[in-house]
């Protein structure tokens, strides 16, 4: 099973400031994910990357919210200027193979406590 | 839109009980279905899944999934709980391999002695 850590695990920041969230899986993925889940609530899906594109992207990712792989490893989401609302636990995910079909592996997430 | 409904946000089962964890889903088309399960303070991990190879699907630590399109189901059980079960569980459809995730709203399952 493909494995994918985020750093970092818990992060408290002030309305309005930058976060930047990051994901690295230790191994060549090209395909990324990223959802998120407000205590409480179901898991929500935010976006896609491919091939160093935006696949596909939710309502919730609106302008606040960009996504980049700086370095060809590390997978970032970055939130520009964070509202209360932001907080959630966010989980990035990676494509990869179980039993010859692409499945979604995610990492342990990161907790964002925004005040 | 797409959805996926667990019925029962709570699900609490003795010790070497039946564990039954409902989940429907909103589509005429058959999805590719996924069950997670989520430990506290854990991230989501693969439980099993279902791609149209087999409508009873075997995952891993004794559960098991069985697809049913006339019921639009995909119901997951584990013929006896275990203490080490206790945890949130998770249903989810992707409408293509590889596609965005929708996810049910989670069934906390609790393992009583």
């Known amino acids: 099973e493909p494995e994918v850590t985020q750093t970092p695990s818990h992060q408290v920041t002030q309305m309005g400031q930058e976060v930047i969230l990051r994901c690295v899986p230790i191994?060549?993925?090209?395909?990324f994910y990223w959802y998120r889940q407000i205590l409480g609530q179901k898991v929500e899906f935010l976006v896609s990357f491919y091939n160093n594109e935006i696949s596909e992207k939710s309502e919730i990712f609106d302008d606040q919210f960009s996504v980049e792989r700086p370095d060809g490893s590390n997978f970032t989401l970055k939130i520009r200027s964070t509202k209360l609302e932001d907080s959630a636990m966010y989980f990035c995910?990676?494509?990869?193979?179980?039993?010859?079909?692409?499945?979604?592996?995610f990492g342990p997430g990161t907790r964002l406590l925004v005040l | 839109a797409q959805s996926v409904t667990q019925l029962g946000s709570h699900v609490s089962v003795s010790e070497g009980a039946l564990v039954l964890l409902r989940c429907n889903y909103s589509?005429?088309?058959?999805?590719?279905l996924f069950w997670y399960v989520q430990y506290p303070n854990q991230g989501l991990q693969l439980l099993l899944k279902?791609?149209?190879?087999?409508?009873l699907v075997k995952g891993i630590n004794g559960f098991e999934a069985e697809f049913k399109k006339s019921e639009t189901s995909f119901h997951l059980t584990k013929p006896s709980a275990h203490m080490s079960d206790a945890a949130e569980y998770f249903c989810?459809?992707?409408?293509?391999?590889?596609?965005?995730?929708?996810f049910g709203q989670g069934t906390e399952l609790s393992v009583k002695p």
């Open positions: 995910a990676i494509l990869g193979l179980a039993g010859g079909e692409e499945t979604q592996y």
């Open positions: 191994s060549n993925h090209l395909y």
């Open positions: 989810a459809v992707s409408y293509n391999q590889g596609g965005k995730l929708i």
């Open positions: 589509s005429s088309v058959p999805p590719y």
């Open positions: 279902y791609t149209s190879a087999a409508t």
